[in-house]
């Protein structure tokens, strides 16, 4: 995989963290790249640095990443990227078993469970870390999202997905609806919650909105890599205006 953008820590007792985004050729849709930059730039504000790396199909996987960060594709973007992806699946599990951090975002948390059959008919194979199970519906769940959580407080992004997802009895949903559709059109449930990995349909990007998940994944990350983490102070004046007005438009 290429690194497609290194940035020195600017303090130099300070590391720096490697952070994979996987397929941002097909898997990158309503601004989810934003999610990476939302990551380097909080490690910035605090002094340390980052290596963006990226995998496209056909990529060496990586010996060493810190967090991991996939986003949302079309349909047809998961078909292109499906046989790739089962490539890579041991390294993903083991990771995700390890508890490597990772932030996945519609498509890719979607074949991040173990099969999407599209509206078309089509199944795609997912790799099977996380127990769910996708299906494409003739509807789409389109609008802005309201969800809370006991781990991240309230969580707002922008839904539009085909599929409908259902999680096994083993894994528990990332946040309660509030406001808009998250999984599926039937249960209020959002996103998924397993080891370090935090899953959502929340676009946006979702991490400029929910600096609490951003600060979960570099605190998880920077703890397993350096002991610890000094979060310092970040000023999210900017983030809780854009939440705020997100939560007050009609859907
Ligand atoms: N193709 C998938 C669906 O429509 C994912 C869409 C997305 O990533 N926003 O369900």
């Known amino acids: 995989s290429a690194a497609a953008l290194t940035e020195a820590p600017a303090d130099p007792q300070k590391g720096s963290l490697r952070i994979l985004q996987l397929y941002p050729r097909e898997m990158n849709i309503y601004g989810d790249y934003g999610n990476v930059l939302v990551l380097r730039q909080r490690l910035a504000w605090r002094g340390y640095g980052a290596e963006i790396l990226e995998h496209d199909a056909g990529d060496t996987f990586p010996d060493d990443v810190d967090i991991i960060v996939g986003g949302g594709g079309q349909d047809s973007g998961q078909e292109v990227i499906?046989?790739?992806?089962?490539?890579i699946a041991p390294r993903l599990r083991a990771l995700a078993e390890d508890g490597t951090p990772m932030l996945l975002i519609c498509g890719l948390y979607q074949l991040f469970g173990n099969t999407?059959?599209?509206?078309?008919?089509?199944?795609?194979p997912g790799i099977g870390v996380l127990d769910l199970e996708t299906r494409g519906g003739?509807?789409?769940?389109?609008?802005?999202?309201?969800?809370?959580?006991?781990?991240?407080?309230?969580?707002?992004?922008y839904e539009n997905h085909s599929g409908q997802t259902f999680l096994g009895g083993g894994l528990r949903p990332l946040a309660t609806v509030v406001k808009g559709a998250g999984n599926n059109a039937e249960e209020k449930h959002e996103g998924a919650r397993y080891r370090n990995i935090v899953a959502s349909y929340l676009h946006g990007s979702l991490l400029p909105k929910n600096p609490?998940?951003?600060?979960?994944?570099?605190?998880?990350?920077?703890?397993?890599?350096?002991?610890?983490?000094?979060?310092?102070?970040?000023?999210?004046?900017?983030?809780?205006l854009a939440r705020q007005h997100a939560g007050a438009r009609p859907r």
């Open 82 to 87: 499906q046989e790739d992806l089962q490539s």
């Open 138 to 157: 003739s509807e789409r769940l389109i609008g802005n999202v309201v969800a809370t959580s006991e781990e991240f407080g309230e969580i707002h992004g």
């Open 116 to 124: 999407f059959r599209t509206y078309e008919g089509t199944v795609i």
């Open 212 to 240: 609490a998940i951003a600060d979960f994944l570099l605190r998880t990350a920077a703890e397993r890599k350096f002991g610890a983490f000094d979060d310092g102070s970040v000023d999210d004046s900017l983030a809780e």
